[in-house]
């Protein structure tokens, strides 16, 4: 497989090792069989995230990860794709669920990817049920694993 993967922060302290992240991202890839793909996983503040939610998606507040694919040239293009994640808001997310900031922030490195792929979710209350939500728990389950 040739995956780029770049992580990168603006002015926000890494909250994982980019080894970590990049080896999460990797693994979407692979478990979806996607041989070529050039993504980047930044992390952002509170501040841009707001600014990038407004801006792409007209919603207005801050959200935990926006994502971005880009359209393929060709089948045999690469996937190419941005993911932005805002660990503040991934902290309080993890703290109102319940679960460690890590596996919070595994998640959304999944869930970033996973839009990048091409995945959605319903935004109503059946999106915890939806295949790209079942998906995403069952990655987050085998990265928390294999730490």
């Known amino acids: 497989m040739s995956a780029a993967i770049g992580v990168a922060t603006d002015g926000v302290r890494m909250p994982l090792p980019r080894a970590l992240v990049m080896r999460v991202a990797t693994g979407v890839l692979a478990s979806e069989r996607v041989r070529d793909a050039m993504i980047s996983v930044a992390f952002v503040g509170k501040a841009q995230i707001r600014r990038l939610n407004k801006a792409h ?20 293009a690469p996937i190419v794709g941005d993911v932005y994640i805002a660990p503040d808001v991934a ?30 979710h319903p935004e109503s209350a059946q999106r915890t049920g939806s295949p790209m939500w079942r998906k995403q728990e069952r990655l987050v389950e085998r990265f928390m694993r294999s730490r």
């Open 57 to 76: 998606l007209g919603r207005a507040g801050t959200t935990d990860v926006i994502s971005f694919g880009f359209r393929r040239s060709g089948r045999r």
């Open 91 to 120: 902290r309080e997310s993890a703290k109102a669920n319940g679960v460690p900031v890590r596996e919070e922030l595994v998640r959304l490195v999944v869930h970033g990817t996973l839009h990048v792929l091409g995945y959605d």
